[in-house]
């Protein structure tokens, strides 16, 4: 049986914790012991077993206490973990299936298997691939060997200061980068406990932290605004630490979520390709929208022209699989597409790269649209975007969640005020929540095309 590091790591914490409770469900329900994942573990290493090194297992899985020992058997037997959330499914699984070529998927704690040709991998063979979207409709997979996934998980700990007598509230996918390295790693890594909890309306997960005593909270910029709008509450549990990722954290919600509960949050940013990259470790009370803190403990980040980033590290993956883009990404080094503003040393994410729109010629990015419409009073957030447009090749549009509300003609007044004609922009719709997906992100090009065809557009 192969030794790796969350191997060495997870035999320190069976030995110290042993029968405790690992892994609670909503009501405070034991799920699993650490000794039952370490039975869980072999139970699954037996059933895996047969297959060669090197092959991809896809692990379709929700919020599920199986992940840890599921995890640690395929590190065992050398064989490629492939996380994938529930939702995917139809032409989007086909599509995961046709880059990963896996030999077998585990549903429902079922393995079933698959006859897909094995992947050619080059040295090192990964032994995790994360999925993100790629440029050609297919996805692409970002290769990771046990040590990156090590390395991220330590500078998570160290960085949020996470502990190991802490309960982490599992409120975000499991099968997603920011869900498996803040909630399943910190587990095996020294014993964080975690609570699986599915259920996303907002008075449920209040409920479930009261009943789970938990005491960290990793959560995405919508679950905190929908806490927020609790009115009739005014203390979270036992929650101490809270942790925003998966979209920039706007600053009505920081001061919303610290007025009802008396907690900060906390913004973190990472991305798919190298795991965490900032955290505000203060939990600034007084940053604008989309703050994310200074570089985490263990990542190093160098300033680049037209406010990109490159970060380097032991947390960034080996490239992506299966057609590379060593200009983004290679074994060390990674450039994201989003564009960062430096407040000194710490930073503001402010949108990315691919979404700058061309008015007649003209490019914008809609964070300055955005930015200028946050001042008006009553502004909760907005979020704008670019549709096609016959004349002027794109137009800008502005979806806004105002308290009270206010008006298009307003919006319309404000932004000609302190905007160029040009960068106005040409419709507003007034919201009562801003669309995300299961990872509490927003994506301007779904916005774009949802407009479009709520609008008959062509």
Not at 223 to 228: D, E, H, K, R, V
Not at 401 to 425: F, K, M, Y
Request: charge should be neutral.
């Amino acid at each position: 049986m192969r030794l790796h590091l969350f191997g060495a790591a997870w035999a320190n914490v069976l030995q110290r914790h042993g029968p405790k409770t690992a892994i609670y469900g909503n009501d405070r329900e034991i799920l699993r012991t650490f000794v039952d994942i370490e039975a869980e573990r072999i139970a699954w290493r037996d059933k895996l077993s047969s297959f060669p090194k090197g092959s991809t297992i896809l692990v379709q899985l929700a919020e599920d206490a199986a992940w840890p020992a599921i995890f640690l058997a395929t590190l065992d037997l050398s064989l490629v973990m492939v996380p994938l959330e529930t939702e995917v499914a139809g032409q989007q699984l086909d599509n995961v299936v046709t880059v990963t070529r896996p030999h077998a998927t585990i549903r429902s704690k079922e393995l079933s298997r698959l006859h897909s040709d094995s992947p050619d991998w080059t040295t090192p063979q990964p032994d995790l691939l994360k999925l993100t979207s790629g440029t050609t409709g297919l996805p692409r997979a970002i290769r990771f060997r046990d040590s990156q996934l090590f390395s991220d998980c330590r500078n998570i700990c160290n960085s949020m200061g996470l502990l190991p007598e802490d309960v982490n509230f599992g409120a975000i996918p499991f099968a997603h980068s920011y869900g498996f390295s803040n909630l399943v790693t910190p587990l095996l890594y020294q014993g964080t406990r975690f609570v699986c909890s599915r259920d996303r309306l907002p008075r449920a997960i209040y409920r479930h932290i009261e009943e789970s005593e938990a005491t960290v909270l990793p959560a995405t910029p919508a679950i905190f605004q929908a806490l927020s709008s609790l009115s009739d509450r005014d203390r979270l549990g036992a929650i101490r630490i809270c942790i925003s990722a998966g979209a920039p954290l706007p600053a009505e919600t920081v001061q919303q979520f610290y007025r009802r509960y008396n907690l900060r949050i906390h913004s973190f940013y990472g991305s798919s390709e190298c795991g965490g990259i900032m955290f505000d470790r203060e939990g600034r009370l007084d940053a604008p929208s989309g703050f994310v803190g200074t570089p985490m403990d263990g990542v190093q980040i160098t300033r680049l022209p037209n406010d990109r980033i490159e970060i380097t590290g032991a947390t960034v993956g080996d490239g992506y699989f299966p057609d590379q883009d060593s200009e983004t990404l290679q074994t060390g080094r990674f450039r994201p597409g989003d564009l960062v503003r430096w407040l000194d040393e710490s930073a503001q994410l402010y949108g990315r790269a691919s979404d700058f729109i061309n008015i007649a010629g003209k490019k914008i990015h809609p964070s300055l649209v955005e930015e200028h419409i946050r001042k008006l009073a009553g502004v909760i957030e907005v979020i704008a975007f670019g549709v096609p447009s016959p004349n002027r090749n794109e137009d800008l549009v502005a979806l806004v969640i105002s308290n009270p509300p206010i008006s298009r003609q307003t919006l319309e007044a404000h932004c000609r005020a302190g905007l160029a004609d040009w960068q106005v922009p040409r419709d507003f719709e007034i919201v009562n929540e801003l669309p995300v997906n299961a990872r509490g992100k927003i994506k301007r090009s779904d916005l774009a095309s949802e407009y479009v065809a709520r609008r008959g557009m062509s």
